[in-house]
């Protein structure tokens, strides 16, 4: 499955934005998805997922209450809506996409097998 991830951008602390992954092929919804996001000198941390039938999600501590997850299988695409933006949410977000991707390593990178370009989002204080 390739993927392509938009609607990052610059928006100030306390705004809002929408991420999109777009994904190619037909079997998109055999896949559980998620986020991650990578802050330039940081190290790459998990933001969501979500599994093949939106019937679970996982947040990372630090997003929990300000972004939620979703997806429509019917359109081959996932959406994370971020609320309540932080300068500290600044960071390169990656979609992903993995098989049997269950607790414990829903937010483990190498869970994955594939991944989106990046979309940055800018968060200005």
């Known amino acids: 499955v390739q993927l392509q991830a938009s609607g990052g951008g610059l928006v100030q602390a306390g705004g809002s934005l929408r991420l999109s992954c777009a994904a190619s092929g037909r079997t998109f919804s055999s896949y559980d998805m998620g986020w991650f996001r990578q802050d330039a000198g940081k190290e790459r941390e998990f933001v969501a997922a979500i599994s093949r039938s939106s019937r679970r999600t996982y947040y990372a501590d630090s997003v929990k209450g300000r972004f939620t997850i979703s997806r429509d299988n019917a359109k081959n695409t996932m959406y994370l809506q971020m609320n309540s933006l932080k300068p500290e949410d600044t960071a390169v977000y990656y979609c992903?996409?993995?098989?049997?991707?269950?607790?414990?390593?829903?937010?483990?990178?190498?869970?994955?097998?594939?991944w989106g370009q990046g979309t940055l989002v800018t968060v200005s204080s």
């Open positions: 992903v996409a993995g098989q049997g991707v269950r607790v414990p390593v829903t937010t483990i990178d190498v869970a994955y097998d594939y």
